[in-house]
């Protein structure tokens, strides 16, 4: 998820998402689970879908933050000769000035990989790369864990860590669990607004970001503002909308990147009697892991349910 200028984020959010979703559909149904661990699934050639890979590859060019961060999770960081503009974990990823937004099929060639990993498929660049014979994955946003799941899964078949990748989806599921096994029993949900930007875009529960905060046991204030399902999970509310709904947790997805702290929430005009803002209920997120469905996903979980644990069931 680019974090650009907070306007150009807002007006590009809605369109990211319907772009996503569509290269989630293709990808899906074109890509069956991959299945097998330990040495003797490491063997080459392997398979992922269409995809074939004749031998481990070694110059991986990885254009979306999600996938860099799994690449480095799993052990193939070393076989990671350059990520794009927006990979900035972890700190040796070796960031270019590629991109994944405006992606570039002869820069990406420069670099000579033996396998591209994108999130999307913008500027028809699947095709490009294929016609210039290189290997391509495409791993579109997650729109479920599982997905997350499958996409370490299938990176660590085709890059000769399947074993890794297998141990690091059994501790995420375990660390998961155990976040949310002692959940207080509460008689009424606790409710909350995540914010994406100033402009209130927000992510409904049918969102990846939305399913996070359902494993915490959260009612989200969005899900009303994109019943019709237009807006794709990412409706724009109102100030009037939000304060009308009363959160009991307003979560900042926007403090690198647009500056919003605590402060500034309680600074809006009309905010005063929002239940969070009474209650200093606010919580600062890091922009990269609440956009990010890699396995920093379960330091998402964890900073939520810290939050809401503080409030008395």
Known sequence: MSRRTPRLFAAALAVGALLLGGCAEKTSNDTPAAGGSGSAAAAFPVSVGKL???KRPEKIVSLSPSTTEMLFAIGAGKQVTAVDDQSNYPAEAPKSDLSGFQPNAEAIAAKAPDLVVLANDLNKIVDQLTTLKIPVLLTPAATTLDDTYQQLTDLGKLTGHPAEADAVTKK????????TKDLPQRAKKLTYYHELGPELYSATSKTFIGSIYTLAGLENI????????KSVGY???????????NPDFVFLADTKCCKQTPETVKARSGWAGVTAVKNNQIVGLD???????????????????????????
Do not use: N
């Open 235 to 245: 409706p724009q509310l109102s100030q009037e909308v939000i304060v009308k709904a």
């Open 222 to 229: 969005a899900d009303p503002a994109d019943a019709d399902g």
């Open 287 to 313: 922009d990269d892991v609440a956009s990010r469905w890699g396995p920093r996903v379960v330091d998402l979980l964890k900073a939520i349910i810290d939050a809401t644990a503080k409030v008395p069931a």
């Open 52 to 54: 074939t890979l004749e």
């Open 172 to 179: 995420m599921k375990d660390d998961i669990a155990a976040l």
